[in-house]
């Protein structure tokens, strides 16, 4: 989703879709534009992400596993990678091409004192 509320928004939210699809193999949705108020009031570029239906049955059980969330998140940090070094804009911290091939850690359902 985005908003003509800046004039690079359309092309990182493309950016973000092309990645994530590449990343993810997901089915391709347009990318669309929606008068949302976190995107409508934002003074930068901006995109909201929909990463899946729960009520879908490929897509409720993706957003139930680990590594293809992972994929989706390098997805969005690549398409917003590569949005930023299409504008030229410097970036410090490099995002990786591929995630790694060792398992992530385990996140824990509970915290410590919770």
């Known amino acids: 989703w985005w908003y003509p509320n800046h004039p690079d928004s359309l092309r990182l939210a493309q950016s973000v879709q092309k990645a994530m699809l590449?990343?993810?193999g997901a089915?391709?949705?347009s990318v669309q534009t929606a008068s949302l108020g976190v995107l409508?009031?934002?003074e930068v570029p901006s995109t909201l992400v929909e990463i899946g239906f729960t009520s879908?049955?490929?897509?409720g059980e993706n957003l139930k596993n680990d590594a293809?969330?992972?994929r989706v998140a390098?997805?969005?940090a690549s398409g917003i990678r590569n949005f930023v070094g299409a504008g030229k804009i410097p970036h410090s911290s490099p995002i990786p091409d591929r995630l790694p091939t060792t398992p992530a850690t385990p996140i824990p359902d509970k915290l410590p004192g919770t």
């Open 74 to 76: 390098l997805g969005v």
């Open 40 to 42: 409508r009031q934002s």
């Open 56 to 59: 879908h049955p490929v897509d």
């Open 27 to 29: 089915f391709p949705r």
């Open 22 to 24: 590449e990343q993810t």
């Open 68 to 70: 293809y969330l992972e």
